[in-house]
């Protein structure tokens, strides 16, 4: 049994490539309230995924509020190969950024979320970049 184990081992490090399941969109669940904690419905969440080694570039996603100011994103994984070799592993970050008409956008990484995310009025209408980067793609 044990030289079996150690070919299998030694067969996965030489192939230079293993199977696994990769998260390409996280799942979010978040609240997107005003100053006073009052939700801000229909208010745009923009989620954008990075990829390492760069070369791909997807544009953001737009993801809407529903009438109570929450907003659902699922998750999307899938199989991929994991490279044994300088650059071949793919890492995956996200970015999002929030805005809604009449309140200054709040942006930051999926990591530092936190709900609710809370909007403050705007003097001047003011766009996510990642809004004007999706809209420049299109």
């Known amino acids: 049994m044990r030289q079996i184990i150690v070919i299998l081992f030694a067969a996965v490090l030489l192939s230079g490539c293993i199977p696994r399941y990769a998260t390409h969109r996280p ?13 801000i419905p229909h208010a745009t969440l923009w989620l954008q995924t990075h990829r390492m080694p760069p070369g791909y570039y997807p544009p953001p996603e737009k993801f809407t509020a529903d009438d109570n100011g929450h907003v659902s994103v699922s998750r999307v994984s899938e199989w991929e190969n994991m490279i044994f070799f300088l650059h071949g592993t793919m890492i995956y970050s996200w970015s999002w950024c929030v805005e809604a008409p ?22 001047t ?10 809209e420049t793609r299109q």
Not at 28 to 39: F, K, Y
Not at 103 to 122: D, F, I, T
Not at 125 to 134: F, G, H, S, V
Request: hydrophobic share 30%.
């Open 102 to 123: 009449g309140y200054l956008p709040r942006e930051g990484n999926v990591e530092s979320l936190r709900s609710p995310v809370k909007l403050l009025k705007a003097r």
């Open 125 to 134: 209408p003011e766009r996510c970049r990642l809004a004007e980067y999706a």
């Open 27 to 39: 799942a979010l669940d978040m609240d997107i309230q005003n100053e006073q904690g009052e939700p």
